[in-house]
T-cell receptor
Framework: GDSVTQMEGPVTLSEEAFLTINCTYT??????LFWYVQYPGEGLQLLLK?????DKGSNKGFEATYRKETTSFHLEKGSVQVSDSAVYFC???????????FGKGTKLTVNP | NAGVTQTPKFRILKIGQSMTLQCTQD?????MYWYRQDPGMGLKLIYY???????DKGEVPNGYNVSRSTTEDFPLRLELAAPSQTSVYFC??????????FGSGTRLTVV
């Protein structure tokens, strides 16, 4: 069935380091793709999204590009901050469906 | 604007007890969802609703029930609590073809 695969965590970085969290998906058709972030003790918040191939979603310095040829939606940030420490979830919404399917999440810790 | 409100935030249940997790949204969203989050396992869909009076099972519905009598409310019922239901529960709402808005979660422990 359709699925989302994220890189295994946890990921530990120093402040100002470059971040990449890999996400690939399997799906028929043309799903919409999302990144959600969960800060400690909170619910998930939408970070960014892309609805069609070659779209780039961006927010708070994070970016992800919808790559249909590689079925990927990798999350990147050029310079992470301690406040970016959180769990990041990749998710997809198949065309014609409203239900999100989530990856398992990747925990990011940024040290000063 | 309150968004999605979940109560309680924390609860400890004994095996066999029952309880209802409350979820209310004030955004007039048609779609609502219940997920459970287990460590290292991401989120799994329990039940969902596409509108008042309509509910359907998700990936892991066993041991749970839901109702949707109004657009605003989507309570989740546990009838006979089991240790396997220890988890963090999240409610979410969604406008048609939009992104989800999540509540802050209910942390449930069954002992």
């Amino acid at each position: 069935g359709d699925s989302v695969t994220q890189m295994e965590g946890p990921v530990t970085l120093s402040e100002e380091a470059f971040l990449t969290i890999n996400c690939t998906y399997t799906a028929t058709g043309y799903p919409s793709l999302f990144w959600y972030v969960q800060y400690p003790g909170e619910g998930l918040q939408l970070l960014l999204k892309a609805t069609k191939a070659d779209d780039k979603g961006s927010n708070k310095g994070f970016e992800a590009t919808y790559r249909k040829e590689t079925t990927s939606f990798h999350l990147e940030k050029g310079s992470v901050q301690v406040s970016d420490s959180a769990v990041y979830f990749c998710a997809r919404m198949p065309g014609g469906s409203e239900k999100l399917v989530f990856g398992k999440g990747t925990k990011l810790t940024v040290n000063p | 604007n309150a968004g999605v409100t979940q109560t309680p935030k924390f609860r400890i249940l004994k095996i066999g007890q029952s309880m209802t997790l409350q979820c209310t949204q004030d955004m007039n969203h048609n779609y609502m969802y219940w997920y459970r989050q287990d460590p290292g396992m991401g989120l799994k869909l329990i039940y969902y609703s596409v509108g008042a009076g309509i509910t359907d099972k998700g990936e892991v519905p066993n041991g749970y029930n839901v109702s949707r009598s109004t657009t605003e409310d989507f309570p989740l019922r546990l009838e006979l609590a089991a240790p396997s239901q220890t988890s963090v529960y999240f409610c979410a709402s969604q406008p048609t073809q939009g992104g989800y808005t999540f509540g802050s979660g209910t942390r449930l422990t069954v002992v």
